[in-house]
T-cell receptor, first 113, second 116 residues
Framework: GDSVTQMEGPVTLSEEAFLTINCTYTATGYPSLFWYVQYPGEGLQLLLKATKADDKGSNKGFEATYRKETTSFHLEKGSVQVSDSAVYFCALHNAGNNRKLIWGLGTSLAVNP | EAQVTQNPRYLITVTGKKLTVTCSQNMNHEYMSWYRQDPGLGLRQIYYSMNVEVTDKGDVPEGYKVSRKEKRNFPLILESPSPNQTSLYFC???????????????FGPGTRLTVL
């Protein structure tokens, strides 16, 4: 079945450092891919998405490119801020899955000033 | 403001005492879902609903019930809670688009449940 694998955390960075959180997937067909973010004490919210190969999703300085050849959707940000400290979830949706998202386990990011 | 609300936000209870966690959305969404979040296990879907009076099991439905009598509400019921249901619970909703098209899921703030 479909699955998502994220790099394990926690990830600790200094402010203004470069961030990469790896995400790879296994799926049949052509899934849509997502990054959700969960700030402390809050629910998840959509950060960015890509619906077809080579699409780049971007939001709040974060980017991720849908790479079908490597089945990856790595999250990147050039210069992180303390306010980016959160848990990041990679997820996929495959057509016909009744809206169901397949989730990665989440990667915790802590950014120190 | 478009939102998904959950109540209560925190709950401590004892084994066997029936409880209900409410979920309500004001976006007229057809789809609603319940997840539980546990360390090392990520998010797991408990139940979902495609529309009023239409519900179905997710990955971990045992010990839970749901109902969808109104479009805006999707309560989660634990008839006889047990300690292994101690978890962080999230409700989510989304609109339905065309076949195979995914609409963003909007999440509630979460309910932290402890069963002693």
């Amino acid at each position: 079945g479909d699955s998502v694998t994220q790099m394990e955390g926690p990830v600790t960075l200094s402010e203004e450092a470069f961030l990469t959180i790896n995400c790879t997937y296994t799926a049949t067909g052509y899934p849509s891919l997502f990054w959700y973010v969960q700030y402390p004490g809050e629910g998840l919210q959509l950060l960015l998405k890509a619906t077809k190969a080579d699409d780049k999703g971007s939001n709040k300085g974060f980017e991720a490119t849908y790479r079908k050849e490597t089945t990856s959707f790595h999250l990147e940000k050039g210069s992180v801020q303390v306010s980016d400290s959160a848990v990041y979830f990679c997820a996929l949706h495959n057509a016909g899955n009744n809206r169901k998202l397949i989730w990665g386990l989440g990667t915790s990011l802590a950014v120190n000033p | 403001e478009a939102q998904v609300t959950q109540n209560p936000r925190y709950l401590i209870t004892v084994t066997g005492k029936k409880l209900t966690v409410t979920c309500s959305q004001n976006m007229n969404h057809e789809y609603m879902s319940w997840y539980r979040q546990d360390p090392g296990l990520g998010l797991r879907q408990i139940y979902y609903s495609m529309n009023v009076e239409v519900t179905d099991k997710g990955d971990v439905p045992e010990g839970y019930k749901v109902s969808r009598k109104e479009k805006r509400n999707f309560p989660l019921i634990l008839e006889s809670p047990s300690p292994n249901q101690t978890s962080l619970y999230f409700c989510a909703s989304s609109g339905l688009a065309g076949r195979g098209v995914y609409n963003e899921q909007f999440f509630g703030p979460g309910t932290r449940l402890t069963v002693l």
